[in-house]
Nanobody, 116 residues
């Protein structure tokens, strides 16, 4: 498995931006898919976006055009750039990593709060 440490959450006004980071304890070149889930209070965890080792990306419809996922293998880090934030984006965001032949690894979560 891999240890993941998230940062970048916080409180922002609607229309603002945040960038979440997820630093891995091993080279991301050895990791297949990486991505972000979020869980709002009272809701189920929702897949927001993921990125493959080759750089292909996928987003949930509600964030398309506003969020951008990327990974920097030189820094062993994945990012989620979130623009035009809305109140409904408020949630705890969790990053994950899929290492071959290992259970999925999860970060500890970072709170994003968007005030309207």
């Amino acid at each position: 498995q891999v240890q993941l440490v998230e940062s970048g959450g916080g409180l922002v006004q609607a229309g603002g931006s945040l960038r979440l980071s997820c630093v891995a304890s091993r080279t991301t070149l050895s990791i297949n898919d990486m991505g972000w889930y979020r869980q709002a209070q009272g809701n189920q965890r929702e897949l927001v976006a993921f990125i493959t080792r080759s750089g292909a990306t996928n987003y949930v419809d509600s964030v398309k055009g506003r969020f951008t996922i990327s990974r920097d293998n030189a820094k062993n880090t994945m990012y989620l750039q979130m623009n035009s934030l809305k109140a409904e984006d408020t949630a705890v965001y969790y990053c994950y990593a899929d290492v071959p032949y290992r259970p999925r690894s999860w970060g500890q979560g970072t709170q994003v709060t968007v005030s309207s």
